[in-house]
């Protein structure tokens, strides 16, 4: 039986991975999409989803998220501004030097948190929520019934670190952006399970420029697409990090959420998201082992999951293809 999933995205670039993982993936199926601002603007975001669902032909509805940051209706004190002419890591459109063509009929006339909420309501129990950007749109969700909320089957959230931050050095940008979200969002753990899928594990996903290059050879049209998406997204590895590779934040959270066995160790903690207004906002906080509201992986199979990679993306063919190479090494 297929898995029923809402995935709430911002691509960005792995966002872009992320959603064609789930839209190859035999046993998954994507209710719909909504959108939300973070590495680019809201329009830009949606209208990158309808980009992606056009090219592979696909009829999934987008469902537009909430033009407000959750922590700016809560905190007067809140004030995040970005200029996203300077947010380069993703490209000028969001999806590095790939050029695709929207699909405004994509969008629908429905607003995110409607869509959520409504379709929650309908299948109880059964949705699994996959949140690839910052959590804005289901803290309003929340706030709007957190009755309903409660029977989510599960949120795997990509945000968050507990070593490590990227857009500060103590905090992961998706929590920064709207930090009394994902304090909002945490309070259903008591209710539901919660796996924060934070940056001491996603750093470990790292597609080397082998991996890369046999995408594009085992399919050239599909892998060469995922290459254009991801050329500016490597230069900024290489260039800040000295990373040769694409570090697959959000691709690392749906593939987890099919196969949790890929996580080989994972804190099961009280986590709390810090709203200060100094150098910690956005870091994510133990504050109590005896209680639990999340979910933390912080270690990862790399071999086995780039194995998932390759076949629910390209087949069992490539997979084969792709052990054959290795074990040519």
């Not at 050029?99 to 948190?113: G, W």
């Not at 933390?296 to 063919?317: C, R, W």
Request: charged letters at 20%; hydrophobic letters at 40%; a negative charge.
């Amino acid at each position: 039986m297929k898995r029923k999933v809402i995935i709430d995205t911002d691509p960005g670039i792995d966002d872009a991975l992320a959603i064609i993982f789930a839209l190859q993936h035999p046993d998954i199926e994507v209710l719909g999409f909504t959108s939300v601002g973070g590495n680019k603007g809201l329009q830009s975001t949606t209208d990158n989803v309808t980009r992606i669902l056009n090219y592979f032909g696909s009829d999934i509805k987008v469902y537009k998220g909430s033009e407000k940051n959750y922590s700016k209706t809560v905190d007067s004190n809140f004030n995040l501004s970005i200029d996203y002419s300077k947010e380069i890591i993703h490209g000028s459109n969001g999806l590095g030097s790939a050029v695709l063509d929207k699909n405004d009929a994509l969008i629908s006339d429905k607003d995110a948190v409607t869509f959520i909420l409504e379709t929650i309501e309908k299948y109880p129990n059964q949705v699994d929520l996959i949140t690839l950007g910052p959590l804005t749109n289901i803290a309003f969700c929340i706030e709007k019934n957190f009755d309903i909320m409660k029977q989510l089957k599960s949120i795997h959230s990509m945000g968050g670190g507990i070593h490590r931050g990227n857009r500060t050095p103590l905090a992961e940008f998706n929590y920064w952006f709207d930090p009394h979200s994902v304090n909002k969002v945490f309070e259903l753990g008591e209710y539901l399970p919660i796996f924060m899928i934070g940056l001491d594990v996603t750093h470990q996903a790292v597609l080397d420029m082998n991996d890369l290059t046999f995408m594009q050879l085992i399919d050239p049209k599909l892998g060469q697409l995922i290459n254009q998406m991801l050329d500016s997204y490597i230069l900024n590895y290489w260039e800040n990090q000295r990373i040769l590779g694409a570090v697959m934040h959000d691709l690392t959270a749906i593939v987890g959420y099919m196969y949790p066995e890929l996580y080989t160790e994972v804190l099961d903690i009280n986590l709390y998201c810090s709203t200060a207004d100094d150098v910690t906002i956005g870091q994510t906080i133990i504050t109590d082992t005896a209680m639990v509201n999340s979910h933390i992986p912080m270690k990862l199979n790399v071999e086995v999951y780039k194995q998932h990679v390759i076949k629910d993306i390209f087949g069992q063919e490539a997979l084969n293809e792709y052990t054959t190479y290795l074990n040519n090494e």
